[in-house]
């Protein structure tokens, strides 16, 4: 039998280390444009002011990105150590997106975040300039190849199983990097990034206002910050409206689940919080048609059919059944497979034939599909992300209403509100995660590869002892970015001094 | 028309070459090793922090792309050997997290440990990131201990394709003296590089003299390891693979690959001469500073060649001591075929990436960093 432990490890450790990591990388995208467009300023009005401000961020950019870096290569690895049938299994697919990434993104971080922080006095202005937005444009071109990945994981396309060698194979690498749902799981977990840069730059500097100090900076930082962060707020809900399209079409369990919907139908009320509804708000959520159907946990889990398409759709059990035929032909194809030519084609037949439930096979029990503790967990992600957004998308607006009045120091309660939504966007941005991670459970990936069937053989016991390691290691690091930030801040930004 | 034959071996030379740049820009983690040993006072240890915190995010990089690299090229190695030799990659990865976050942290208010616990954790990286790599290195030619069946995927539990023979995982590497011979010499090796590369970027004839005379004290015993382990391979049995996909040991395997690729004879030749001239020159001549780049390209080309000596003419790259037919071999653990073809055409802008890192390092290191800028400079580790 296998280690059940050792699945739930696996997974705490994977997740320890996203969740992590997603708390550093928003900051580091969303800052990268703030400074960046500072410094444009600076080239272009030859003003020091904007240098200075823009240094300012930079500082705290700085600060943030070691940490955000290591995590990351801790993620890029664990897909190994932790989830080895994974690596295999789907590798031929999944790991070109990682190479790509490292050649193409991180280089051009790693050369130009030198240059941005040692090159003031070394390199031309606009060399410098160039530098600052190469580093911010690697850190995002770095997030579009491994969310290519992680949305391959949600919709996996552009490949074919071959059984001699055991393995997904990449057939249309343009289906995996370059389709609708990549490119929507990057827009909008980038422009969460930006939002996340925004809401922090616009806190720290309602506190400087609160304290009546580097009030003109101040000012200048929240009218950049709020001008791009309200357009990334209306991005998030764009792209978020389209995710949310691309969910109902191909994880219709993760909407169901974010719903808390066991029953389905047509114009489907959305739940704001238990007990409000806004009546047919799901169905056009789900499917931009206010009398779209939209199938609850148990449609999906006893199968149904569509009343608008009248297309059916196969129940647990009968997926299940399907995925096991998948699995036996396969133990055959491998039996037969240098013995007996004819059992081997027609094993490979009965595989081809029920191969899009191949994943099914692994699932012993149709309640793994969707177990009702996590449905409490992911119902609330989705509001806490949608509400804190939309509340965050009004702080924008205010700001800049209120900013462009020059009334700001006047609304002490305003300032204060954009101070304590600092933790707010990262709340949300973890929720986001949650939403997308705990929602596709059990799958590593969809309907092809449960965590039961990706994880390494390893002893539970080996990765308690690295998730506590990390856990301990992660929060160290975290408290003393976070008491470094404070001080760095309370600092303030430094005057500017001219090297000889 | 490119064969699948020919991509493999274009891909295992794309990770030789990954592998050759990690080790030549170890220099980090070797100048970092000598931060209490060289840097006596306050300063120089600042110098040589702020040497080679300009440079660590290359080494970073190189080591998450050449794991990157080796997920796409070569997944069943990412599997069997990561998910394997678990307790391995754990420990080199906790050593380069603890790096990452020092050189921001420790002269920063507030960073709670106090700047003597980020520089430690530098050092610690400094010594075991060169020498675990070493070790893991060394496995492509003793052996590790894992079973590979691809078939069990078809099993409803214990599905798992791979799996380390012993509890270990990964551990028992450091009980085979030739693995450890490989890793003190990778790491003597880092530290030679570290030494010749702070005798190039900084401007401080204390610091100079006393690397140089480091630089001998770590060429010495680097050179008795390597040359050791050298002949070691040489005369040793190693892991060959014949057309049916068979492997068995084969007497003199990795002299007769040496004999057989004789391009790969000079590459290697090249590339130990010019650690040789570089570091002698350096050690002979107090004015020589750019023993770095000979040394550099030397290391970058021998560990080219060995890595093409453990993966080219039908030799098991990662081979099993527990059961020799679960030997990872270049044919037996690459990707698809369309997929080393995509990652070809992406790796056409490796050259690209190159250009644009040697001008803005040149960019940078225009001067050389001295105790004068360390005091006018807003921006330090």
Same mark, same amino acid.
């Given at each position: 039998?296998?280690?059940?432990?050792?699945?739930?490890?696996?997974?705490?450790?994977?997740?320890?280390?996203?969740?992590?990591?997603?708390?550093?990388?928003?900051?580091?995208?969303?800052?990268?444009?703030?400074?960046?467009?500072?410094?444009?300023?600076?080239?272009?009005?030859?003003?020091?002011?904007?240098?200075?401000?823009?240094?300012?961020?930079?500082?705290?950019?700085?600060?943030?990105?070691?940490?955000?870096?290591?995590?990351?290569?801790?993620?890029?690895?664990?897909?190994?150590?932790?989830?080895?049938?994974?690596?295999?299994?789907?590798?031929?697919?999944?790991?070109?997106?990682?190479?790509?990434?490292?050649?193409?993104?991180?280089?051009?971080?790693?050369?130009?975040?030198?240059?941005?922080?040692?090159?003031?006095?070394?390199?031309?202005?606009?060399?410098?300039?160039?530098?600052?937005?190469?580093?911010?444009?690697?850190?995002?071109?770095?997030?579009?190849?491994?969310?290519?990945?992680?949305?391959?994981?949600?919709?996996?396309?552009?490949?074919?199983?071959?059984?001699?060698?055991?393995?997904?194979?990449?057939?249309?690498?343009?289906?995996?990097?370059?389709?609708?749902?990549?490119?929507?799981?990057?827009?909008?977990?980038?422009?969460?990034?930006?939002?996340?840069?925004?809401?922090?730059?616009?806190?720290?500097?309602?506190?400087?206002?609160?304290?009546?100090?580097?009030?003109?900076?101040?000012?200048?930082?929240?009218?950049?910050?709020?001008?791009?962060?309200?357009?990334?707020?209306?991005?998030?809900?764009?792209?978020?409206?389209?995710?949310?399209?691309?969910?109902?079409?191909?994880?219709?369990?993760?909407?169901?689940?974010?719903?808390?919907?066991?029953?389905?139908?047509?114009?489907?009320?959305?739940?704001?919080?238990?007990?409000?509804?806004?009546?047919?708000?799901?169905?056009?959520?789900?499917?931009?048609?206010?009398?779209?159907?939209?199938?609850?946990?148990?449609?999906?889990?006893?199968?149904?059919?569509?009343?608008?398409?009248?297309?059916?759709?196969?129940?647990?059990?009968?997926?299940?059944?399907?995925?096991?035929?998948?699995?036996?032909?396969?133990?055959?194809?491998?039996?037969?497979?240098?013995?007996?030519?004819?059992?081997?084609?027609?094993?490979?037949?009965?595989?081809?034939?029920?191969?899009?439930?191949?994943?099914?096979?692994?699932?012993?029990?149709?309640?793994?599909?969707?177990?009702?503790?996590?449905?409490?967990?992911?119902?609330?992600?989705?509001?806490?992300?949608?509400?804190?957004?939309?509340?965050?998308?009004?702080?924008?607006?205010?700001?800049?209403?209120?900013?462009?009045?020059?009334?700001?120091?006047?609304?002490?309660?305003?300032?204060?509100?954009?101070?304590?939504?600092?933790?707010?966007?990262?709340?949300?941005?973890?929720?986001?995660?949650?939403?997308?991670?705990?929602?596709?459970?059990?799958?590593?990936?969809?309907?092809?590869?449960?965590?039961?069937?990706?994880?390494?053989?390893?002893?539970?016991?080996?990765?308690?002892?690295?998730?506590?390691?990390?856990?301990?290691?992660?929060?160290?690091?975290?408290?003393?970015?976070?008491?470094?930030?404070?001080?760095?801040?309370?600092?303030?930004?430094?005057?500017?001094?001219?090297?000889? | 028309?490119?064969?699948?034959?020919?991509?493999?071996?274009?891909?295992?030379?794309?990770?030789?070459?990954?592998?050759?740049?990690?080790?030549?820009?170890?220099?980090?983690?070797?100048?970092?090793?000598?931060?209490?040993?060289?840097?006596?006072?306050?300063?120089?240890?600042?110098?040589?922090?702020?040497?080679?915190?300009?440079?660590? *995010? !290359?080494?970073?990089?190189?080591?998450?792309? %050449? +794991?990157?690299?080796?997920?796409?090229? $070569?997944?069943? /190695?990412?599997?069997?050997?990561?998910?394997?030799?678990?307790?391995?990659?754990?420990?080199?990865?906790?050593?380069?997290?603890?790096?990452?976050?020092?050189? *921001? !942290?420790?002269?920063?208010?507030?960073?709670? %440990? +106090?700047?003597?616990?980020?520089?430690? $954790?530098?050092? /610690?990286?400094?010594i075991f990131g060169p020498f675990l790599i070493g070790v893991a290195v060394a496995t492509f030619f003793e052996g590790s201990n894992f079973i590979v069946n691809k078939a069990s995927m078809g099993l409803l539990d214990n599905n798992t394709i791979s799996h380390w023979a012993n509890a270990s995982h990964g551990l028992d590497a450091l009980l085979d003296p030739w693995n450890l011979i490989f890793g003190f010499a990778v790491m003597f090796l880092a530290r030679m590089e570290g030494s010749l590369y702070m005798i190039n970027n900084i401007n401080d004839k204390e610091i100079n003299s006393k690397l140089r005379l480091q630089l001998l004290r770590d060429t010495v015993p680097f050179l008795i390891l390597f040359l050791a382990f050298l002949a070691h391979i040489l005369v040793k049995d190693g892991y060959g693979v014949n057309a049916a996909g068979v492997v068995s040991m084969v007497p003199y395997k990795y002299a007769l690959n040496l004999l057989h690729m004789p391009v790969v004879a000079v590459i290697f030749l090249v590339g130990v001469l010019l650690v040789l001239y570089g570091t002698i020159r350096s050690i002979i001549s107090k004015k020589y500073i750019r023993g770095i780049w000979s040394v550099g390209i030397g290391t970058t080309l021998t560990v080219i060649a060995l890595f093409l000596l453990a993966g080219y003419n039908n030799t098991a790259y990662y081979p099993s001591n527990t059961d020799l037919q679960s030997s990872l071999y270049l044919g037996n653990s690459c990707s698809s075929y369309f997929t080393l073809q995509v990652m070809s055409v992406v790796s056409l802008l490796v050259p690209f990436v190159l250009a644009y890192i040697i001008y803005a390092w040149r960019a940078i290191d225009k001067r050389s960093l001295t105790k004068d800028e360390l005091k006018e400079d807003e921006q330090l580790?």
């Amino acid at each position: 039998m296998l280690d059940t432990s050792l699945i739930d490890w696996s997974r705490a450790q994977f997740a320890l280390t996203a969740c992590y990591h997603w708390l550093f990388v928003p900051l580091t995208l969303g800052l990268a444009v703030i400074m960046g467009t500072m410094e444009t300023l600076y080239v272009i009005k030859k003003d020091d002011f904007w240098k200075r401000a823009a240094r300012f961020w930079m500082k705290l950019f700085g600060i943030n990105f070691a940490i955000g870096v290591a995590t990351g290569i801790i993620l890029e690895f664990e897909f190994g150590t932790n989830w080895s049938n994974y690596s295999w299994f789907v590798g031929d697919i999944f790991g070109a997106p990682l190479a790509i990434e490292g050649i193409l993104a991180f280089f051009m971080e790693a050369t130009f975040i030198a240059v941005m922080f040692f090159g003031w006095n070394k390199v031309s202005k606009s060399f410098h300039l160039t530098s600052t937005w190469l580093t911010g444009i690697g850190a995002t071109l770095s997030a579009w190849w491994i969310l290519v990945a992680n949305a391959w994981m949600q919709h996996p396309v552009g490949m074919a199983f071959n059984p001699v060698t055991v393995r997904n194979e990449m057939t249309d690498f343009s289906a995996v990097a370059f389709s609708a749902a990549p490119a929507m799981k990057f827009l909008h977990t980038v422009s969460s990034g930006w939002l996340t840069g925004c809401v922090f730059v616009i806190g720290v500097s309602c506190w400087f206002l609160l304290k009546r100090r580097e009030q003109p900076m101040a000012k200048a930082s929240i009218k950049v910050a709020a001008i791009i962060g309200l357009f990334s707020a209306l991005f998030i809900m764009f792209t978020g409206d389209q995710s949310g399209l691309q969910m109902a079409k191909n994880q219709p369990m993760k909407l169901a689940s974010a719903e808390g919907l066991m029953d389905g139908g047509k114009n489907m009320p959305f739940s704001v919080v238990p007990g409000i509804k806004i009546p047919g708000m799901l169905s056009v959520l789900a499917t931009h048609d206010i009398n779209g159907y939209v199938p609850g946990i148990n449609d999906l889990i006893n199968g149904y059919t569509d009343p608008i398409t009248g297309e059916k759709h196969l129940s647990a059990d009968q997926k299940m059944v399907k995925g096991r035929l998948a699995l036996n032909a396969f133990r055959d194809f491998k039996k037969y497979e240098k013995t007996d030519q004819a059992k081997k084609d027609s094993a490979q037949l009965v595989l081809n034939k029920n191969m899009k439930y191949f994943g099914y096979g692994y699932i012993k029990d149709k309640h793994e599909l969707m177990p009702k503790s996590k449905i409490v967990l992911v119902y609330w992600a989705f509001r806490f992300m949608v509400g804190i957004g939309v509340f965050l998308s009004l702080v924008m607006v205010l700001m800049l209403w209120f900013g462009r009045k020059d009334k700001l120091e006047n609304n002490r309660w305003l300032l204060y509100t954009a101070l304590y939504s600092i933790p707010l966007v990262w709340i949300a941005g973890q929720c986001g995660w949650i939403l997308t991670e705990v929602g596709r459970q059990p799958w590593a990936i969809q309907d092809l590869l449960p965590l039961s069937a990706a994880v390494s053989g390893v002893e539970s016991s080996s990765v308690v002892i690295t998730f506590f390691l990390f856990l301990l290691l992660f929060t160290a690091l975290l408290v003393a970015e976070l008491t470094i930030l404070l001080k760095a801040i309370r600092k303030g930004p430094e005057p500017i001094v001219e090297s000889k | 028309m490119i064969t699948y034959e020919f991509l493999q071996q274009y891909w295992w030379l794309v990770i030789s070459l990954l592998a050759g740049l990690l080790v030549f820009l170890m220099f980090v983690q070797g100048a970092n090793s000598l931060i209490f040993a060289v840097g006596r006072t306050e300063e120089e240890k600042k110098l040589i922090v702020n040497s080679t915190g300009r440079k660590w *995010e !290359f080494t970073f990089t190189t080591l998450v792309t %050449f +794991g990157g690299a080796f997920f796409a090229s $070569f997944p069943l /190695f990412y599997s069997t050997s990561f998910g394997g030799a678990y307790w391995v990659w754990m420990l080199i990865l906790v050593s380069f997290v603890l790096q990452a976050v020092s050189y *921001e !942290f420790q002269s920063k208010p507030g960073n709670i %440990f +106090g700047s003597k616990v980020y520089r430690r $954790f530098l050092v /610690f990286n400094g010594i075991f990131g060169p020498f675990l790599i070493g070790v893991a290195v060394a496995t492509f030619f003793e052996g590790s201990n894992f079973i590979v069946n691809k078939a069990s995927m078809g099993l409803l539990d214990n599905n798992t394709i791979s799996h380390w023979a012993n509890a270990s995982h990964g551990l028992d590497a450091l009980l085979d003296p030739w693995n450890l011979i490989f890793g003190f010499a990778v790491m003597f090796l880092a530290r030679m590089e570290g030494s010749l590369y702070m005798i190039n970027n900084i401007n401080d004839k204390e610091i100079n003299s006393k690397l140089r005379l480091q630089l001998l004290r770590d060429t010495v015993p680097f050179l008795i390891l390597f040359l050791a382990f050298l002949a070691h391979i040489l005369v040793k049995d190693g892991y060959g693979v014949n057309a049916a996909g068979v492997v068995s040991m084969v007497p003199y395997k990795y002299a007769l690959n040496l004999l057989h690729m004789p391009v790969v004879a000079v590459i290697f030749l090249v590339g130990v001469l010019l650690v040789l001239y570089g570091t002698i020159r350096s050690i002979i001549s107090k004015k020589y500073i750019r023993g770095i780049w000979s040394v550099g390209i030397g290391t970058t080309l021998t560990v080219i060649a060995l890595f093409l000596l453990a993966g080219y003419n039908n030799t098991a790259y990662y081979p099993s001591n527990t059961d020799l037919q679960s030997s990872l071999y270049l044919g037996n653990s690459c990707s698809s075929y369309f997929t080393l073809q995509v990652m070809s055409v992406v790796s056409l802008l490796v050259p690209f990436v190159l250009a644009y890192i040697i001008y803005a390092w040149r960019a940078i290191d225009k001067r050389s960093l001295t105790k004068d800028e360390l005091k006018e400079d807003e921006q330090l580790y």
